[in-house]
């Protein structure tokens, strides 16, 4: 076998004997690229292949191109729409795989319950119908790695959220969630027993972490998702001047973030509601920029923080959070709306949506969660029809 190098030149491909099998024959000074093939024979000694042989390195070479194809093909499906083919796939991503993806949208249960009720269960699915081409995550703390989430769960919701393709529904891992970020230092301090708001506190810190390490937008699941948020990093504004933490987006590794966990763990009082939340990220924006009053529907931006409206997603403010559960003459529109927060903080007496009220939150079931509302009109069925000792 003979060594040959291919040398480009300004004038073409020319094929020359290295060097050294041909002592003295001067190099081509003009040469631009050199690439060395290693034991191949020379095409002009080279024997000439027979009809059939020629044919099976075509096919060769055809069914190899098709293998790539399909290669990239499924590649290219996983990165930009995994979701139209793994409805039962789903269940065996890590949540590294899917947060991976990119631009999820993520919501948090920090109590142990394992059934999510239907306010839970309609945020999680107006998300997944608004944002199809996104993962939607719900993280639990209830659940371990070793929960049963099958079609054949006792818990309704369950079943209702895993059959939608874009849904998934993890274990809250906490300490692997703080991992690498300023606020591993206080999870491994804090007593969780003594804390007086800890399912607040620590949603406050899961989320810093997530949305930090992976990017995305978080949402508070009582959030009803209407139309598609379009910005990238962006604050909302519960009101003029304050800032919730129930609704925020930025993208990965984002300095604004990071300097809310380590303000976080400096500002840490457990014992003030809100402290590590809404309040948190309001005097971190105060250290970026002058806050003024909204004028109207106007948005306002700061160092390429968007600061949006409160009609944005507060339309119907928190002292007056039982609207959503009043029947209402002319339903509002929300045409300046991306979602609405339906503060369930405040809904102490748990009012609830019930089929057939007529309530603004119900309108908003049928519209945006109509599978949770079909769920709801089933178990009033069954409520309603008389027992065997009736």
Not at 122 to 142: H, K, N, T, W
Not at 149 to 156: C, E, F, G, R, V
Not at 254 to 282: A, R, S
Request: aromatic share 12%; glycine share 4%.
């Amino acid at each position: 076998m003979l060594q040959t190098v291919w040398v480009s030149s300004p004038r073409g491909w020319a094929l020359q004997e290295s060097k050294s099998h041909r002592q003295g024959k001067r190099r081509c000074w003009k040469c631009r690229f050199v690439r060395t093939i290693i034991q191949h024979p020379c095409r002009r000694h080279a024997p000439k292949r027979s009809r059939k042989e020629r044919m099976l390195r075509k096919i060769q070479i055809c069914l190899c191109f098709c293998f790539v194809s399909g290669i990239l093909y499924e590649i290219s499906l996983l990165s930009s729409s995994v979701f139209s083919y793994l409805p039962m796939a789903q269940h065996y991503l890590t949540p590294e795989q899917v947060l991976n993806l990119g631009k999820s949208i993520i919501f948090l249960e920090t109590t142990e319950r394992l059934e999510p009720p239907p306010l839970v269960s309609c945020s999680v699915e107006s998300a997944a119908r608004i944002y199809q081409d996104r993962p939607i995550i719900l993280f639990m703390r209830g659940l371990t790695n070793e929960t049963a989430l099958d079609m054949n769960t006792s818990y309704a919701a369950f079943s209702l959220l895993s059959s939608m393709k874009n849904v998934f529904l993890f274990p809250l891992q906490m300490e692997t969630v703080f991992q690498e970020t300023p606020l591993l230092q206080w999870y491994n301090q804090v007593v969780p027993e003594q804390e007086k708001n800890w399912v607040h506190v620590s949603s406050d810190a899961s989320r810093l972490a997530l949305i930090w390490k992976y990017g995305g937008i978080y949402m508070d699941t009582d959030v009803i998702s209407i139309r598609p948020i379009p910005q990238e990093s962006f604050l909302a504004a519960q009101k003029s001047r304050f800032s919730s933490n129930g609704i925020f987006g930025f993208p990965a590794r984002h300095k604004f973030i990071w300097d809310c966990m380590e303000n976080f763990v400096l500002k840490y009082n457990g014992n003030i509601w809100g402290n590590q939340g809404p309040f948190l990220m309001t005097r971190m924006l105060k250290t970026l920029c002058n806050l003024t009053d909204f004028q109207g529907t106007e948005d306002h931006s700061c160092q390429n923080i968007s600061f949006l409206n409160p009609q944005r997603f507060y339309p119907i403010p928190y002292p007056a959070w039982s609207r959503y559960y009043q029947v209402w003459d002319k339903s509002p529109s929300f045409n300046h709306s991306y979602a609405l927060h339906l503060w369930n903080f405040m809904n102490r007496n748990r009012k609830v949506v019930e089929a057939g009220s007529n309530t603004l939150a119900e309108k908003l079931y049928k519209t945006y969660c109509p599978t949770t509302y079909e769920d709801l009109i089933q178990n009033a069925k069954h409520r309603d029809l008389p027992s065997p000792e009736d």
